[in-house]
């Protein structure tokens, strides 16, 4: 069955330090879209990306964020200078049409970036 | 108001019993996602439903569009349905899913 791939699992930084998180969604999947979940809370929505612009973002997801596709199959998130709350699991998922609210999301195992 | 409420929060039970995990939600939508994660965090999608019922293997999922409620049914539990269930919903025009808390379901043997 077609996974998303994230990588690196786990992650741990520094404070200030920049970190990229990677994504490979689903071969024909058009649509792609960040999450995180803070240890112990929801997951939240961060992001959704489509044709090379973001559609849709939340307040969590500032100038400190972006996302790109570099290339035809990865899809990455940076976090600029990170900050002890920036702690988290980060999951990508990928959809093959827009997600409307009525098709399924397949969603990565996460990557688990832990700032000291 | 937190726009998808779940219950209980915590739940354990012993194999083979009857599971059922509630989901309250505020906010109109086209459809509601039941998804499981495992210990190790990833998210799996289990269900998605807009009306009546869905049963794939021991879980059944129904939903009352007119109430706001859904419910996570398991049967004959196990141990390896030990998990977080979350609820989840697309609030309309909004395309992302607004995750409720999760339940922490364990079946001990």
């Known amino acids: 069955e077609p996974e998303v791939t994230q990588t690196p699992s786990h992650q741990v930084t520094q404070m200030g330090q920049e970190v990229i998180l990677r994504c490979v969604p689903i071969?024909?999947?058009?649509?792609f879209y960040w999450y995180r979940q803070i240890l112990g809370q929801k997951v939240e929505f961060l992001v959704s990306f489509y044709n090379n612009e973001i559609s849709e973002k939340s307040e969590i997801f500032d100038d400190q964020f972006s996302v790109e596709r570099p290339d035809g199959s990865n899809f990455t998130l940076k976090i600029r200078s990170t900050k002890l709350e920036d702690s988290a699991m980060y999951f990508c998922?990928?959809?093959?049409?827009?997600?409307?609210?009525?098709?399924?999301?397949?969603f990565g195992a996460g990557s688990r970036l832990t700032v000291l | 108001k937190n726009e998808v409420e779940q219950s209980p929060q915590n739940l354990t039970a012993q194999e083979g019993e009857f599971i059922t995990i509630n989901c309250s939600y505020s906010?109109?939508?086209?459809?509601l996602h039941w998804l499981q994660q495992h210990p190790g965090g990833g998210i799996v999608s289990l269900f998605m439903l807009s009306s009546g019922k869905k049963k794939h293997g021991r879980l059944i999922a129904t939903i009352n569009i007119q109430e706001k409620h859904s419910s996570l049914h398991i049967t004959a539990s196990h141990p390896r349905d030990s998990a977080v269930y979350i609820c989840?919903?697309?609030?309309?025009?909004?395309?992302?899913?607004?995750f409720g808390q999760g339940t922490r379901l364990t079946i001990n043997p």
């Open positions: 998922a990928s959809s093959e049409v827009w997600f409307s609210g009525a098709n399924v999301l397949t």
């Open positions: 906010v109109g939508i086209s459809a």
């Open positions: 071969s024909n999947h058009l649509y």
């Open positions: 989840a919903v697309p609030p309309q025009g909004a395309q992302k899913l607004v």
